[in-house]
């Protein structure tokens, strides 16, 4: 039964990576404006990332507003600098988890909201992102656009999968021209922060799992991991230190 449960678990990553891939959507839009997101987030997000999702069903007009804003402005190369079009993705992302979090409320864990195939389909799978023509699911977002066309490893630390476990959902939006600071400053607050990574013995640490599920994209501009942390971490950690890695708490994030 083990093996059986095992081997599920290993198809649905299997299908889930292997039907991310986005292709190019040629659109006219002109840069948006972040300014309504940027105010829900102020005020129904605490610094520490905890989310009052009842305050953004209260908020649904304004919320709304921001959603629709960004369905009928999909990014492209012509009219959009590579940090604009990244900003976008990166709220784009964490303001359609609330949005699944908020039409499911109250839930226990993003993980609860199901769709399809026990073991194969998850919320990360659910095509209800409509942008001009095209339609999203998260995963289509993480690993079809985000991950293999900007490259960019501190994004792990900028999409918020609605839980304890990952990085905080930034009360904040993001924006061209913060995009910098902001990415080096959730790395820092992420490695720093006890909950989700332990970094106090330069020998031993204990590691989010998104060190182990996505190792790849932090080493691939050919900095070993360790390497790579020590850019942010609050210690530097020796070459030779033991990595271990946490539970991951898919509890929401409120």
């Known amino acids: 039964m083990r093996s059986i449960i095992i081997f599920s678990i290993f198809v649905s990553f299997l299908f889930a990576f292997s039907s991310c891939k986005v292709n190019d959507y040629a659109s006219s839009s002109k840069p ?5 997101w940027n105010d829900l987030l102020q005020q129904h997000v605490d610094p520490t990332g905890k989310v009052n999702y009842q305050g953004f069903i209260q908020d649904s007009v304004q919320f709304n507003a921001y959603l629709d804003i960004l ?3 999909h990014p492209n190369a012509k009219h959009w600098t590579k940090d604009e079009q ?3 993705w990166l709220n784009a992302y964490n303001a ?3 949005k699944i979090v908020a039409d499911n409320y109250p839930v226990p864990s993003i993980k609860d909201i199901k769709n399809g195939i026990p073991f ?3 919320v990360w799978d659910i095509k209800f992102i409509k942008i001009e023509k095209a339609v999203y699911d998260l995963n289509n977002i993480e690993h079809g656009i985000v991950r293999p066309k ?3 490893p501190r994004a792990h630390f900028a999409l918020n999968c609605a839980s304890v476990s990952c990085p905080r959902l930034r009360n904040e ?3 061209p021209e913060q995009l910098e600071e902001q990415l080096s400053d959730q790395a820092r607050y992420f490695l720093t922060n006890t909950v989700k990574n332990k970094i106090a013995d330069p020998q031993q640490v204990e590691l989010s799992k998104i060190f182990s599920w996505f190792k ?3 080493t691939d501009s050919g900095l070993s991991l360790i390497e790579f942390l020590n850019q942010y971490a609050p210690i530097q950690i020796s070459k030779e230190a033991k990595i271990n890695h946490l539970d991951y708490d898919w509890n929401l994030n409120e």
């Open 86 to 88: 990244l900003a976008y």
């Open 96 to 98: 359609f988890t609330v």
């Open 32 to 36: 948006v404006s972040h300014g309504i």
């Open 173 to 175: 939006a993001y924006t």
């Open 71 to 73: 369905q009928k402005n």
């Open 120 to 122: 194969v389909n998850t």
């Open 216 to 218: 790849g994209d932090f």
């Open 150 to 152: 900007f490259k960019e």
